[in-house]
């Protein structure tokens, strides 16, 4: 069921990756089954750049989706996820940028152009509206209106983060 | 083994010389990734132990660095504002008008996630939006009172009698004062302002509510605070970014206390079927667990686990839970963990246990540390547990795991089991550590030789049905 690439990245089969040529996935990540990627959007500015960038290590669970942020009408902007980011079961990700060593659990809604400091943690379903900036170590929970907030993670995580995506790697 | 995910948790006491368990409470345990160690104590601290300081703040959005303002600046000063009802950004538009000749701009803010909107009044000299939003603020304000004054004079002249008993119990408890609008003055410039003010549309949810300007974000250090050693110290240079993180000190218990797990026993049915785990505890009958232990430092440990003969009570809960005793046993509880220092492959430091058959890496592991064990024909556990055996000890680098067994008794012989028994089970470990002083202690030349402590690690079984 997996596709092993050279550089040790394993693609479920049944992932969806359209605009393959607009995506650059770097060495030893994960994508499950499910995961779409939507690299065949039109970017506002063209660029030679890639659309979609995944950083090592880095593991997209089942049924996530990664969706370039929208800049205007249907022009797009390109996403770039770091090193060592899980990305939960379910979780849509429209935001701009995610740093290194960065958690989103299962079904969160990452909204357009929001961006995602190195080492954080993204706790299960939460919403993260436009544009919103995470600032480095934060811990961040719930709905905006309801329940949203945004804590102060230990700074242990960001060794935590690393193991916690190269053994997932090992272990799947 | 995964340490941000587990159910392994760290007793802290409230006071440091206090070392039995009250139970198990929020307030009482924490993860191991929670905590800081503090070399001098040679004790895990959490935030509660601490002294913090505020050593850095900043606007998340701007990034302008607002360290150097005084205590009382908690909010960008810039034009960076939230929605009132659901802290999202702001966006914010310029609309041109005229007024008596003059030309003026109003804003208007709109939430980017909520139905938020809220519009200024007509400005027609250079103003920030942030004295424009304070100075609408007052001027609301003052037509309240406007309101109030009106009201007041058109009412009937003679004052309604209240009753003596009743002017006494007014009370004073509904005054309140919001900390972010202190109740000032309205300068000439201002009812210029709103004489000028022309309605332009009404925001009927949202009428009292105003943009807020943005919350800021802080870097804090924390101070041990039985002997004020530094435990977290960010760096905070002029020039350098405030959203870097380096640090100028850091001591994280996940650095200086063993990680602890607790996992069934390995079965080689597991390369085969997938592990099912059994929530059962036969009444009388042994069940192996094995409790893996890793070694974040660069010098081995030796670690003894100790435990009560049977889990006290306030750490099971469930219906029943009187009528069973649960009982403890640790047949090796003295082990030396030796470090994983320069072990680069981390396969190598994931204890046994913890390896899973779905990853080829992981299988041939598994494969060469169990060897022809796991291709006997139905051994009862593939990790030798008779008592006397060595081999009951499974090493590797970084971690070892340990037999632990649980058996759960009737407290009473003559009390009757029933198939509804269910028991939530915690289970208490005194764990104490050993070791030479690690590099990063060793430098601070306190004046203990070595590294030793003791704590409790409190491990979340989850429940358990109890059959017969
Ligand atoms: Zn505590
Ligand atoms: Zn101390
Ligand atoms: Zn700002
Ligand atoms: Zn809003």
Redo the contacts with the bound molecule.
């Keep these: 069921m997996w596709i092993e690439t050279s550089t040790g990245n394993r693609i479920a089969k049944d992932a969806a990756i359209s605009g393959p040529d607009n995506i650059v996935i770097s060495g030893n990540c994960t994508i499950h089954p499910g995961a779409s990627l939507h690299g065949d959007v039109t970017l506002l500015t063209p660029s030679t750049g890639p659309t979609i960038l995944i950083g090592k290590y880095s593991h997209l669970n089942s049924n996530c989706q990664i969706i370039p942020p929208v800049l205007q009408d249907d022009k797009h902007g390109p996403v770039a996820i770091g090193a060592y980011c899980i990305v939960g079961h379910d979780t849509v990700v429209r935001l701009a940028t995610i740093g290194n060593r960065v958690i989103i659990e299962d079904g969160c809604d990452l909204q357009n152009l929001s961006i995602i400091y190195d080492c954080c943690v993204i706790r299960k379903g939460t919403v993260v509206p436009p544009k919103m900036v995470i600032p480095p170590f934060s811990e961040v929970l719930g709905v905006p209106g309801t329940d949203f907030k945004v804590g102060e993670l230990s700074n242990a995580y960001k060794k935590l983060i690393e193991t916690e995506a190269k053994e997932l790697q090992l272990q799947t | 083994m995964s340490k941000i995910y587990n159910d392994s948790y760290i007793y802290c006491p409230k006071l440091a010389t206090h070392r039995t368990l009250d139970g198990f409470s929020a307030n009482s345990v924490h993860h191991l990734s929670q905590l800081y160690f ?1 070399p ?2 040679q ?1 895990h ?1 959490s935030r509660y132990d601490c002294y913090h300081n505020i050593e850095c703040k900043f606007c998340s959005h701007c990034i302008t660095d607002y360290s150097h303002t005084s205590n009382d600046t908690q909010r960008c000063a810039k034009n960076c504002f939230v929605c009132p009802s659901c802290t999202s950004s702001l966006t914010i538009f310029i609309t041109d008008h005229q007024i008596n000749g003059k030309l003026g701009k109003a804003f208007q803010f709109s939430c980017v996630y909520c139905t938020y909107t809220y519009q200024s009044g007509v400005i027609t000299s250079p103003k920030s939006l942030h004295s424009i939003i304070s100075s609408e603020k007052k001027e609301a304000q003052h037509q309240t009172f406007y309101k109030y004054q009106q009201q007041l004079s058109t009412a009937s002249d003679a004052p309604v009698k209240q009753s003596e008993t009743r002017l006494k119990n007014l009370s004073l408890s509904n005054i309140s004062r919001t900390p972010d609008s202190p109740i000032d003055t309205l300068g000439p410039e201002d009812i210029s302002e709103v004489r000028n003010r022309v309605e332009i549309t009404t925001h009927p949810d949202h009428s009292n509510q105003y943009p807020v300007a943005r919350k800021l974000t802080v870097k804090k250090s924390y101070k ?1 605070l ?4 530094f435990l977290l110290l960010p760096h905070t240079e002029d020039g350098l970014l405030p959203t870097t993180n380096k640090l100028r000190v850091k001591f994280n218990a996940v650095d200086y206390m063993p990680s602890i797990k607790l996992t069934n026993t390995i079965s080689p049915t597991i390369l085969t079927t997938p592990p099912t785990e059994t929530r059962n505890l036969q009444l009388e009958c042994r069940r192996t667990f094995l409790i893996n232990l890793m070694n974040p430092l660069e010098v081995d440990m030796k670690i003894h686990v100790g435990s009560l003969p049977y889990i006290a009570d306030n750490f099971i809960t469930g219906g029943n839970k009187l009528k069973f005793k649960v009982e403890l046993s640790i047949p090796i509880p003295d082990i030396v963990i030796k470090s994983s220092g320069s072990t680069k492959n981390l396969i190598k430091t994931i204890p046994t246990a913890c390896l899973t058959t779905k990853n080829t890496i992981s299988k041939a592991e598994l494969i060469s540390r169990m060897g022809s064990a796991l291709f006997k024909e139905k051994p009862e556990d593939t990790l030798d547990v008779s008592e006397s055996s060595e081999s009951l000890v499974a090493q590797g680098a970084g971690w070892s795991l340990i037999p632990l067994f649980i058996s759960v008794q009737m407290n009473d012989e003559t009390d009757t089991w029933d198939s509804s028994d269910l028991l939530d089970i915690k289970i208490p470990l005194y764990i104490t550590v050993q070791a030479e002083l690690p590099q990063a202690i060793k430098v601070l030349k306190l004046s203990k030789q070595n590294l030793s402590y003791g704590y409790w690690n409190v491990i979340d079984i989850g429940t358990y049905q109890v059959t017969k």
């Design positions: 503090c001098s104590c004790a601290k041990c039985n002997c004020n050693t």
